[in-house]
């Protein structure tokens, strides 16, 4: 009877540690319109693109708009891989020379799919929408800077649902922002303004290259929101971190933001108790000691047997 009750401790204390910490979107299965898609990938994943001109009857060779070149690869990894093309685009695109007139076609919003919709609720797709709107980019401009600006359709990714670093998370978040902040050829699509160089900007910091490819740009520009998992209101720059202490310092700012993907994704690797003792971020660039970490786990280890041992002998000598 007592030997059932401590295998049932012991049962819900292993479920409770390997318990998954979230859902991930699959990448396993096979994209749903791989076939149909080639047709639309044979011009607009390359260079060069040739079609059968009906005047001459002759096969020409044209050079494909750098900005209309989407790498088929990316495209599959994305959250919409599933999709046909012409599920956000017309069906009238399977025909080329395409209409003139389809270039006006009206895109969907992200909020046309999902906003409101329970299947998507742990995104917070409206709170976002919210935020967005509180954002820098959505009170300085019209509606031309939207979530597309910075969601790329044909790749996007959900990197911090998935099984990534930190340091993936980071890069690829921050190229989001790159792309646009140190591409003046795509930063001109929204403002005739020019800026610095964000290297430049950023002089403050004594080491940009390392900084950034260890913080986000969404880590000082915004602030800390617990209930999404990434922060959408980009704050004026006047706001924006400056203090080193915020990171550099025992109860770092990054515990709240940046870095509980590493508890995530800890616990989802190793349980939750193993993460919350093996966690290396306690205070950055300083007490990085492995060793230590891997003592107060053993004791930590002991300890919880040495109860253990005595429970199970307090309950059978009874
Ligand atoms: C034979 C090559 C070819 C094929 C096949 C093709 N496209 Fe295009 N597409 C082009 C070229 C070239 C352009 C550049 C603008 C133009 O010529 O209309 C373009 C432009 C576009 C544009 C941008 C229009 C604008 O100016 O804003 C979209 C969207 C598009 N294609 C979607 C598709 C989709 C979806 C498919 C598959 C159903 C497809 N294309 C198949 C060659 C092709
Ligand atoms: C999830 C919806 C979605 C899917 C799927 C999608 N697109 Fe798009 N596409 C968009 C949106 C939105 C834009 C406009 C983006 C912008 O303004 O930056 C766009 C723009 C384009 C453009 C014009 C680029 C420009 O800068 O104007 C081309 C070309 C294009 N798509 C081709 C394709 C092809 C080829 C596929 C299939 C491999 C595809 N799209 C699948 C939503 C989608
Ligand atoms: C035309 C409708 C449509 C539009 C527009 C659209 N989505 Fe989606 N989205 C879907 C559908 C349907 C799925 C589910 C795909 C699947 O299960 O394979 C999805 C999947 C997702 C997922 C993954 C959800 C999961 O758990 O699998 C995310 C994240 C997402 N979309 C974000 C966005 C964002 C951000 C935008 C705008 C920039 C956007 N979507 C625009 C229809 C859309
Ligand atoms: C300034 C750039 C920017 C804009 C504008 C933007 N997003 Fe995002 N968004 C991001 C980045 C970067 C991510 C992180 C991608 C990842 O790792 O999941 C993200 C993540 C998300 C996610 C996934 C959050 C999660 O919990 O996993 C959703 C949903 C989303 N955005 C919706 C939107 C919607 C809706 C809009 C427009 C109202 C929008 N975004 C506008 C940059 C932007
Ligand atoms: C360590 C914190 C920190 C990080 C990380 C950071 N920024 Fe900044 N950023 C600042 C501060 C502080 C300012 C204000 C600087 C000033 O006014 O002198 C600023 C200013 C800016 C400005 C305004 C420039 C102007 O003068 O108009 C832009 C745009 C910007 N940052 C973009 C980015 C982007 C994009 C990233 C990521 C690639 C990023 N920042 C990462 C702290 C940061
Ligand atoms: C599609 C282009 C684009 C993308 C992507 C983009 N931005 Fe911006 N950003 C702009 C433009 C345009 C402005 C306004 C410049 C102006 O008019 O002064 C701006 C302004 C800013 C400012 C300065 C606000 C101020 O007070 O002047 C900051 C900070 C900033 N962006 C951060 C970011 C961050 C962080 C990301 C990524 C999450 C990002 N941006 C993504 C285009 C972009
Ligand atoms: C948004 C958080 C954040 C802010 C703000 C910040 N840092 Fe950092 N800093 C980091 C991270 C993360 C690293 C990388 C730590 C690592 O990988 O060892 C780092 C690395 C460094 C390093 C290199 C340490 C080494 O191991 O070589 C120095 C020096 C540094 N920061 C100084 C500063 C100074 C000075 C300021 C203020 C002007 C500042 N940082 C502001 C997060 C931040």
Redesign the pocket.
Known sequence: MQNKLLITIIAIMLIWVHLPASSQVNMEDEPANLEG?KH??DC?ANKIYSYENEMTGRIDRKAMNP??I?NPDD?YKGV?RH???T???SPDYETFPHQAELRLEE??SCMDCHGGDPTYAQYHFDLIDDEFHKSVHSTKHDETFNC??CHD??SYRSMTRGNFKVSEIVTYHNNVCASCHDNPDHFQRISDSLKMPLEQIHSFLPNYKLHFSAVRCIECHTSVEDTMWVAHNILEKELAVKKCVECHSANTMLMSSLYKYQNIEARRNRGTLNAVFLNESYVIGANRNVYLNILSLVLFGMTILGIMIHVYFRIKSK
């Open positions: 898609n639309c990938f607009h900005n209309f989407y495209f919409h999709f046909s093309c599920d956000c685009h895109m969907y597309w600006m359709p044909h």
